[in-house]
């Protein structure tokens, strides 16, 4: 079951790509977006940066680095 989307829906196996072969991402969540109720998938790793995904859109849709 993937999380944020109805029972029906297909399920995501990949939504982050390995472009980046060198990129070291350990942790994710799920959240929703407050304003479209979109599913967001949210991972970090090594780089120390938040990377947020719109899994309909397949996109980036923000990146967050705390200084």
């Given at each position: ?17 390995k ?17 479209t ?19 309909v ?11």
């Amino acid at each position: 079951m993937t999380p944020c989307l109805p029972l029906d829906a297909s399920s995501v196996f990949a939504a982050v790509s390995k472009k980046h072969t060198e990129a070291r991402n350990y942790y994710c969540t799920w959240t929703r977006d407050a304003e479209t109720g979109r599913p967001l998938l949210c991972y970090g790793g090594e780089d120390a940066k938040i990377k947020i995904y719109d899994i309909v859109e397949n996109k980036l849709v923000n990146s967050v680095m705390e200084e």
